[in-house]
């Protein structure tokens, strides 16, 4: 499904954006004159916890202005209770959705913040539903901008996002990344089902999350070694371990958990909670290993100690964003690290062979020790 989003995205918007463009005539952006705000975030959870600071950055610097979220279902809650946000409003990635939403809202925004680093329909809409629209300045989709802004991929990606709010001359930086709010329901239930399964308030917990986003399974390290690691960080800390994941990832964690010696000591909650309910729960628990993948950047958003792997991606673009935070990098061994590169839409499967020695080759050169080291340094 993924793939045939972005398949049509590609050829079908790359037409619409040019077609687009011969009819566009940007005028410079009166600041004096925004009232009204678009923020379009349209993608994975991870990225939309990135964009946050741009989205305080904007309050800031337009205090009197209505600012509206145009997102998905599946990162709409990244925006729960956000209070610099007017209304988060709902598209599907389906035609029908996008023109009922582009016809609802017709130049209805005095300005519309793309966020978006690669899709067209993320432009198209902001073309539409605003008098000017700011976006990254590679693409066709960057025809219809106002305003372009380079995509520096030698940065930080939450520097980079904040770029495009900087357009206005702001000046505005972030050390951290702001808290991800959840209800007091959600606190009662994980509190239950932590109560439940053994886990007190006084123990040492550790989050895993040993899954990624099914665009770029070729993050993810060996189960095995997760379920080595699980079992030292256990018996030199006397630790509990509670897995996060997706219901899709259940069995594969309880694939990890069936690998360890001490699986008494481990939960599993993959599947069994919402995501404002893992927001509560990262902040019960004390550190945080998993892959570059949305668990990663919630945990630091929640200010725990995070340690995050990487291999086709590298840390200094989507690291885990805070003060002490560690991503894990030892890629040097391969050719084609970083393959992933959200700006130009590549996040391909490893580019070595499936049944070759060399696939995940360098996820592969992260060792057990590697990761310990680490852990003993936060602890």
């Not at 209805?108 to 902001?126: K, P």
């Not at 505005?172 to 990344?177: E, G, H, R, S």
């Amino acid at each position: 499904m993924v793939f045939l989003v972005k398949l049509i995205d590609k050829h079908v918007g790359n037409f619409v954006c040019n077609f687009l463009a011969v009819f566009h005539k940007p005028k410079p952006i009166d600041k004096s004159r925004i009232n009204r705000i678009l923020v379009v975030q349209l993608w994975g959870i991870g990225e939309t916890i990135l964009t946050l600071p741009s989205v305080d950055a904007l309050r800031k610097n337009f205090p009197n202005a209505e600012i509206d979220v145009l997102a998905t279902s599946r990162n709409r809650d990244v925006f729960f209770n956000n209070n610099g946000i007017g209304n988060v409003k709902l598209a599907t990635m389906n035609p029908f959705s996008i023109i009922g939403f582009i016809f609802r809202n017709l130049k209805r925004y005095d300005l519309a913040v793309d966020m978006e680093e690669y899709l067209n329909v993320s432009a198209i809409i902001s073309f539409f539903a605003a008098r000017s629209a700011v976006g990254f300045s590679h693409g066709a989709r960057a025809k219809l901008y106002t305003e372009k802004v380079k995509y520096n991929d030698k940065q930080h990606a939450v520097q980079t996002f904040l770029d495009l709010a900087r357009v206005f001359n702001l000046s505005y930086n972030a050390d951290k990344l702001p808290e991800l709010n959840f209800s007091k329901n959600d606190k009662r239930i994980v509190d239950n089902f932590l109560t439940k399964n053994g886990i007190k308030a006084k123990d040492y917990a550790v989050c895993v999350a040993p899954g990624a986003a099914e665009s770029g399974r070729a993050r993810m390290w060996p189960f095995e070694r997760y379920a080595e690691l699980c079992d030292e960080i256990i018996a030199r800390k006397n630790a509990k371990i509670i897995f996060s994941g997706n219901f899709d990832e259940a069995r594969m964690i309880g694939s990890v958990m069936e690998k360890m010696e001490f699986k008494d000591k481990a939960i599993s909650c993959a599947g069994k909670i919402t995501l404002t309910q893992l927001f509560y729960l990262m902040k019960r628990c004390n550190l945080f290993i998993g892959n570059d993948a949305g668990p990663m950047h919630i945990a630091a958003a929640q200010g725990i100690k995070t340690i995050g792997l990487f291999g086709p991606n590298i840390p200094i673009r989507f690291g885990p964003y805070g003060k002490g935070n560690v991503g894990l990098y030892k890629g040097n061994n391969c050719e084609f690290s970083p393959c992933i590169n959200v700006h130009k839409g590549q996040v391909p499967d490893c580019l070595y062979p499936r049944n070759s020695n060399d696939y995940q080759k360098c996820m592969k050169n992260i060792s057990v020790d590697d990761v310990l080291k680490e852990v003993e340094k936060m602890v």
